[in-house]
T-cell receptor
């Protein structure tokens, strides 16, 4: 059973601070990982992709992948109230049935 | 910007009616997916397709059916809607044919279905 685990939260972070979101996965065959942001009532929006070990930065977002530890994380620097959303971690399941999604972490940025 | 479109955005319909939720993408993606998501809950894969004339059931048992006659079009049909079908339905697509999915999924805006 392929699984992606996330803490459901809510994770509360003060405005301007760094928000750290974590995710672990069970399938060692997974090669690609993605972070999606989902506002309430909206569809998931892709914000980061990461395919190799290490860090990948895009603006205020940094994704980190450690395949040995089967661990993926997302850092959001200078958190803004508009970052308040549910963040979904997803990994490639190795099959054609799409990605394996975690249940999401609800992030609240407090002004 | 992903070009994947779902219609209608909102649908309220009575029990027993037949409905079809439309999904189209203009990116030429071979793979398409339907997810069901209740408010505040996780995504559940209900159907997917590798390409034209290919359809598969997902992890969540569903009374809906799908078809894939054209690459760009992946409609979902409920023959007889029930209140238990009330949910948000999300369509997605990804590039790359066959084999493993290593590309991200691009989602449409969703259809929020209410069955009374």
């Amino acid at each position: 059973q392929k699984e992606v685990e996330q803490n459901s939260g809510p994770l509360s972070v003060p405005e301007g601070a760094i928000a750290s979101l974590n995710c672990t996965y069970s399938d060692r065959g997974s090669q690609s990982f993605f972070w999606y942001r989902q506002y309430s009532g909206k569809s998931p929006e892709l914000i980061m992709s990461i395919y190799s070990n290490g860090d990948k930065e895009d603006g205020r977002f940094t994704a980190q992948l450690n395949k040995a530890s089967q661990y993926v994380s997302l850092l959001i620097r200078d958190s803004q109230p508009s970052d308040s959303a549910t963040y979904l971690c997803a990994g490639s399941g190795g099959g054609a049935d799409g990605l394996t999604f975690g249940k999401g972490t609800h992030l609240i940025i407090q002004p | 910007e992903a070009d994947i479109y779902q219609t209608p955005r909102y649908l309220v319909i009575g029990t027993g009616k037949k409905i079809t939720l439309e999904c189209s993408q203009t990116m030429g993606h071979d793979k398409m997916y339907w997810y069901q998501q209740d408010p505040g809950m996780e995504l559940h894969l209900i159907h997917y397709s590798y390409g034209v004339n290919s359809t598969e059931k997902g992890d969540l048992s569903s009374e809906s059916t799908v078809s894939r006659i054209r690459t760009e079009h992946f409609p979902l049909t409920l023959e007889s809607a029930r209140p238990s079908h009330t949910s948000q339905y999300l369509c997605a697509s990804s590039e790359g044919g066959g084999g493993a999915t290593n590309s991200p999924l691009h989602f449409g805006n969703g259809t929020r279905l209410t069955v009374t």
